[in-house]
C-alpha cells in the first residue's frame, strides 16, 4: 500500500468514529432535554403561591376571630352547662349579677380561682346558655345581651300573664254580675209576688170597704129611723101633759 491509500484509510475511519460519536449524542440528547424540562417545570418548594388549604377549627380559629360563632356557642354552651352546674354546687362561685324578667333570668358568676367568669342565660332556674370567658369585659358586654334577651323573651310571657290576669278578672265580674243579676231577679219575683199578694189584698180591701161604706150608711139611716121613732114615742108619751 503507498502512502496515498494509507491517508485515504485513516481519513475514513477518522469519518466512521466522529459519526458514530454525533449519533450517539442524537440519541441521549432528549433525554437529557426532557429531564432539563422537567426539573424546570417542577416549582420549587419555597414558591410563594397563596395556600388553599382550609382553615383548621379549634384555637387557631379561635385566634382569627375572638367572637364565636353561632355553632361554636352552642357547642361551647352544652359543655359551659354542665361545668357550671357542677360548679354551682360548690362554694368557690360569686354571684356578681343577676337580672330577672318573668321566669327568664341572666347571671354573671366569677371564678376566683381562676379568674373566670361565666354568664349564664336560664329559665325558672334551668340554665338555657352558659358563656365561659376570663375576659370582664366581653362578660359584661354578653350579661348586658343576656338581659336585653331576657327582656325579648319574657315579653310574650308577661303579655300572656296580664291576659291571663285580665281573662280570669273578667270571668270573675261576670260570675259576680251573674251572681249580682240573679239576687236582683230573685228579689225582683219576690217583690212581684208581693205585689200580687198586695194587690189581692187591695183589691179585697177596696171590696170590704165599699161594702163597710154601703153598711155604715143602710146603719145611719136606720138609726136616724129608729131616733125619729124614739122622738114619736116621746111626744105621744107626753102627750096631754102639763109643759113648763
Given at each position: 500500500?503507498?502512502?496515498?491509500?494509507?491517508?485515504r484509510?485513516?481519513?475514513?475511519?477518522?469519518f466512521?468514529?466522529?459519526?458514530g460519536?454525533?449519533?450517539?449524542?442524537?440519541?441521549?440528547?432528549?433525554?437529557?432535554?426532557s429531564?432539563?424540562a422537567?426539573?424546570?417545570?417542577?416549582?420549587?418548594?419555597n414558591?410563594?403561591?397563596?395556600?388553599t388549604?382550609?382553615?383548621?377549627?379549634?384555637?387557631?380559629?379561635?385566634?382569627?376571630?375572638?367572637?364565636?360563632?353561632?355553632?361554636e356557642?352552642?357547642?361551647?354552651a352544652?359543655g359551659?352547662?354542665?361545668?357550671?352546674?357542677?360548679?354551682?354546687?360548690?362554694?368557690?362561685?360569686?354571684?356578681?349579677?343577676?337580672?330577672y324578667?318573668?321566669?327568664?333570668?341572666a347571671?354573671?358568676?366569677?371564678?376566683?380561682?381562676?379568674?373566670?367568669?361565666?354568664?349564664?342565660?336560664?329559665q325558672?332556674?334551668?340554665?338555657?346558655r352558659?358563656?365561659?370567658?376570663?375576659?370582664?369585659?366581653?362578660?359584661?358586654?354578653?350579661?348586658?345581651?343576656?338581659?336585653?334577651?331576657?327582656?325579648?323573651?319574657?315579653?310574650?310571657?308577661?303579655?300572656r300573664t296580664?291576659?291571663?290576669a285580665?281573662?280570669?278578672?273578667?270571668e270573675?265580674?261576670i260570675?259576680?254580675?251573674?251572681?249580682?243579676?240573679?239576687?236582683?231577679?230573685?228579689?225582683?219575683?219576690?217583690?212581684?209576688?208581693?205585689?200580687?199578694?198586695?194587690?189581692d189584698q187591695?183589691?179585697?180591701?177596696q171590696?170590704?170597704?165599699?161594702?163597710?161604706a154601703?153598711?155604715r150608711?143602710s146603719?145611719q139611716?136606720q138609726?136616724?129611723?129608729?131616733?125619729r121613732?124614739?122622738?114619736?114615742?116621746?111626744?105621744?108619751l107626753?102627750?096631754?101633759?102639763?109643759?113648763?
Open positions: 500500500m503507498d502512502h496515498k491509500s494509507t491517508l484509510h485513516l481519513a475514513l475511519a477518522a466512521v468514529a466522529l459519526a460519536v454525533q449519533s450517539i449524542g442524537a440519541q441521549t440528547l432528549p433525554d437529557g432535554a429531564n432539563a422537567a426539573v424546570v417545570s417542577q416549582p420549587s418548594v414558591t410563594a403561591l397563596p395556600s388549604a382550609p382553615l383548621q377549627s379549634g384555637a387557631t380559629a379561635a385566634q382569627a376571630s375572638p367572637a364565636l360563632t353561632p355553632a356557642a352552642q357547642e361551647s352544652a359551659n352547662v354542665a361545668e357550671l352546674q357542677q360548679m354551682i354546687r360548690g362554694s368557690d362561685l360569686s354571684e356578681l349579677r343577676t337580672t324578667n318573668g321566669t327568664y333570668g347571671s354573671l358568676l366569677f371564678y376566683g380561682k381562676e379568674m373566670t367568669y361565666y354568664v349564664a342565660l336560664f325558672q332556674k334551668n340554665f338555657w352558659v358563656i365561659k370567658t376570663s375576659d370582664e369585659t366581653r362578660a359584661e358586654m354578653i350579661y348586658k345581651d343576656f338581659v336585653r334577651q331576657t327582656l325579648q323573651l319574657s315579653d310574650v310571657e308577661l303579655r296580664r291576659l291571663e285580665q281573662k280570669a278578672f273578667t270573675r265580674m260570675a259576680l254580675s251573674q251572681d249580682r243579676a240573679s239576687r236582683l231577679q230573685s228579689d225582683l219575683n219576690v217583690a212581684r209576688q208581693q205585689q200580687s199578694i198586695v194587690s187591695q183589691r179585697a180591701n171590696a170590704q170597704a165599699v161594702a163597710l154601703q153598711q150608711a146603719a139611716e138609726l136616724r129611723a129608729a131616733q121613732q124614739v122622738r114619736e114615742l116621746q111626744r105621744q107626753e102627750n096631754g101633759l102639763p109643759t113648763n
